[in-house]
């Protein structure tokens, strides 16, 4: 019913960067917080960034200033703008979503994850 599909990951050089996409459908009333998580082999699944629908956002402290997270004006396609990126940011990354459909009820969904790999 509803589908998050992510795009832009990829092989960077450290201190490149790269653009994700996450883009929600399906039958949506509204969509409350996004978000972006990711997890790297042999490690818990660890919150990146996320935002309200409001344009609250929130980071992990060891991306805080190289990393923005954002929406579009419909609110249901976030991005994550990842800069001077580093080798410790390896890993998948997964969009999460907040969605609030006809019936009043709000569930989490996620998407399928895009690999980012960071080595020269």
């Known amino acids: 019913q509803v589908q998050l599909v992510e795009s832009g990951g990829g092989l960077v050089q450290p201190g490149g960067s790269l653009r994700l996409s996450c883009a929600a459908s399906?039958?949506?009333?509204?969509?409350?917080?996004m978000g972006w998580y990711r997890q790297a082999p042999g490690k818990q699944r660890e919150l990146v960034a996320a935002i309200s629908s409001g344009g609250s956002t929130n980071y992990a402290d060891s991306v805080k200033g190289r990393f923005t997270i954002s929406r579009d004006n419909a609110g249901k396609t976030a991005y994550l703008q990842m800069n001077s990126l580093k080798a410790t940011d390896t890993a998948v990354y997964y969009c999460?979503?907040?969605?609030?459909?006809?019936?009043?009820?709000?569930?989490?969904?996620w998407g399928q994850g895009t690999q980012v790999t960071v080595s020269s």
């Open positions: 399906g039958r949506i009333f509204s969509i409350d917080g």
């Open positions: 999460n979503a907040a969605v609030l459909n006809y019936y009043g009820y709000e569930h989490d969904y």
